[in-house]
């Protein structure tokens, strides 16, 4: 390897070289820095001939290459704006950083889901033919072409593409809020109209042909769909609970803010079905450290994959010979239509653990919501005097 060589590439794994006097006709010091919007070597100059006598620009020479020698040593770039500094970061080590960030402070299926959308944008990265390097360049061309990716190439849903982009949006915050780069570019990318939910909740018969065919064939998958159907609790949290939780006396199940999704702890009402069936299986009689739905559904030391609901779900389901808008989580709003229809909307709102009404409204779909006879003869204090007089309005 030529000395040429050897020099070439120590400067391309420092980023610079080292400042050099240039004496003779015209005097001056220079040296080459990599400009990272470009990544190529460019000369940075500092003449010296407005000096008049050699002594002095010997000298003058000498302290800009001790001051420009300990600046590149500490990561000073020229062509850098010293206000966009931390736009150059490389983005790879950004993306680590935040993982970092995001392991210190979420539960694990919100690490585990924040770490799929890291590796999807790497896939997404080096698919491109020029991709981008630093962090100051994650733009709104880049989140767009990005969500286009996702949507047009791999042919996600709406709903999955407007995840994605409120993914770069909380990713983008965690950019700005560390002066990588100064305003959230997915501001103005808007979200795309969705279809309406896939998932659809089960009618009173379905409900009663479900616990005939799981009583029959699998009583402690029963048990899981009673909870999801009268507790709420949701799936993953479900897989948090143990024996322990249980409060007989009390008819209740604690859950607790280490895994809930609102992180609040709360006791959520158990009722007497619920209860017998635990009693039947023998659950209230394990140990109170295990988890209450483990392998095979049953109490065990070792806490299991939520993603087993779904499995005895769909083989259920296809015994039955269901559509897959009918899911497991189907349970749940079919319980919080049928509480709020009987008990109210808040009663159903405070079991849900929701934080508004509103939330809880949203589970109740427009063809589950019950037409009171009642109202039909409501009029209160707008009633108009002359309704006495008026003809009956026939039914129908």
Not at 135 to 158: I, K
Not at 238 to 245: E, I
């Amino acid at each position: 390897m030529s000395c040429l060589t050897k020099r070439n590439t120590a400067s391309e794994l420092l980023g610079f070289t080292y400042p050099k006097l240039h004496s003779g006709k015209s005097w001056c010091v220079d040296f080459y820095a990599t400009d990272p919007s470009t990544g190529e070597m460019r000369r940075k100059k500092y003449k010296l001939d407005g000096l008049k006598k050699i002594a002095e620009k010997k000298r003058r020479a000498a302290e800009i290459i001790e001051a420009v020698t300990r600046q590149l040593r500490g990561g000073w770039n020229p062509w850098v704006n010293t206000q966009e500094s931390r736009g150059f970061t490389l983005l790879s080590d950004v993306l680590s950083r935040y993982m970092e960030y995001i392991e210190r402070k979420s539960r694990t299926k919100t690490k585990h889901s924040y770490q799929s959308r890291v590796n999807i944008l790497n896939q997404y990265l080096s698919s491109c033919v020029l991709p981008i390097k630093y962090a100051y360049q994650f733009d709104s061309a880049f989140v767009n072409d990005y969500l286009d990716w996702l949507y047009l190439d791999r042919g996600v849903s709406e709903r999955t593409r407007n995840n994605y982009r409120g993914w770069c949006y909380s990713f983008a915050e965690f950019l700005v809020s560390r002066k990588y780069i100064e305003s959230n570019p997915v501001d103005h990318i808007p979200a795309l109209d969705e279809k309406r939910k896939h998932r659809k909740d089960l009618s009173p018969t379905k409900l009663k042909q479900m616990r005939q065919y799981l009583k029959r064939e699998d009583k402690p998958f029963l048990l899981a769909c009673y909870m999801e159907y009268f507790t709420f609790i949701r799936p993953t949290e479900l897989s948090y609970l143990k024996v322990g939780d249980i409060n007989i006396k009390e008819k209740t199940i604690f859950v607790s803010e280490d895994f809930s999704k609102n992180k609040k702890s709360a006791k959520v009402a158990l009722n007497d079905t619920l209860l017998k069936l635990m009693i039947e299986l023998g659950v209230l009689s394990r140990p109170t450290n295990y988890y209450l739905f483990c392998k095979g559904l049953m109490p065990s030391p070792e806490r299991c994959n939520p993603d087993q609901y779904n499995r005895r779900w769909k083989k259920m389901r296809e015994a039955l010979g269901w559509g897959d808008e009918y899911q497991f989580y189907s349970l749940k709003d079919s319980g919080i239509r049928d509480l709020a229809n009987e008990q109210g909307v808040v009663v159903a709102r405070d079991q849900a653990r929701h934080s508004d009404v509103s939330t809880t409204n949203r589970y109740i779909q427009e063809n589950s919501m019950l037409v009171h006879n009642e109202v039909k003869q409501f009029t209160g204090a707008l009633d108009d005097d002359e309704a006495e007089n008026a003809p009956e309005v026939a039914a129908g």
